[in-house]
């Protein structure tokens, strides 16, 4: 069975392919506008299975992992927000910067990888595991069933 990290890496290698192709797609702001709601769907189901795991694991954490951990819901927030500016400035057809978005993004995906993920594999029992890796597969698989629009 796969790992908790090798299936959210090729998750965000997936939600890196959907900002390429919103980023790609920019000028033309109908597309875009599909690109991007297809982009904060993935984000926030991506999201919703890591404060799950988040909350699986909170008890029995020390002072120092619960700070890395609300760190880490913090940076949902930040990027939260970039996705919320991009929304904004699609809509209202103003010109879209995605530097900040990619870039909180590219931090956020790094601490994952390297921290969060080993630490829910060294911390969850097999269920849980087994839980995530399920949930993963099941957004993987709504999303690759979603008509392509282009």
Same mark, same amino acid.
């Given at each position: 069975?796969?790992? +908790?990290?090798?299936?959210?890496?090729?998750?965000?290698?997936?939600?890196?392919?959907?900002?390429?192709?919103?980023?790609?797609?920019?000028?033309?702001? %109908?597309?875009? &506008?599909?690109?991007?709601?297809?982009? &904060?769907?993935?984000?926030?189901?991506?999201?919703?299975?890591?404060?799950?795991?988040?909350?699986?694991?909170?008890?029995?954490?020390?002072?120092?992992?619960?700070?890395?951990?609300?760190?880490?819901? %913090?940076?949902?927030?930040? +990027?939260?927000?970039?996705?919320?500016?991009?929304?904004?400035?699609?809509?209202?057809?103003?010109?879209?910067?995605?530097?900040?978005?990619?870039?909180?993004?590219?931090?956020?995906?790094?601490?994952?990888?390297?921290?969060?993920?080993?630490?829910?594999?060294?911390?969850?029992?097999?269920?849980?595991?087994?839980? +995530?890796?399920?949930?993963?597969?099941? +957004?993987?698989?709504? %999303?690759?069933?979603?008509?392509?629009?282009?």
């Amino acid at each position: 069975m796969e790992g +908790i990290k090798e299936v959210m890496v090729k998750e965000h290698a997936k939600i890196a392919i959907l900002l390429e192709k919103l980023e790609a797609d920019i000028a033309n702001n %109908q597309e875009a &506008r599909k690109d991007f709601q297809e982009l &904060r769907s993935y984000m926030k189901q991506h999201f919703y299975i890591e404060d799950d795991a988040i909350f699986s694991i909170f008890s029995n954490m020390n002072d120092k992992e619960v700070s890395s951990i609300f760190d880490l819901m %913090q940076e949902h927030g930040l +990027i939260l927000g970039d996705l919320n500016d991009v929304e904004k400035a699609i809509t209202k057809n103003l010109p879209v910067d995605l530097i900040k978005l990619k870039k909180d993004m590219k931090e956020h995906f790094e601490i994952e990888e390297k921290f969060f993920y080993p630490t829910l594999e060294k911390e969850l029992n097999e269920n849980q595991k087994s839980f +995530i890796v399920m949930k993963v597969h099941e +957004i993987s698989k709504r %999303q690759s069933e979603k008509p392509a629009h282009k």
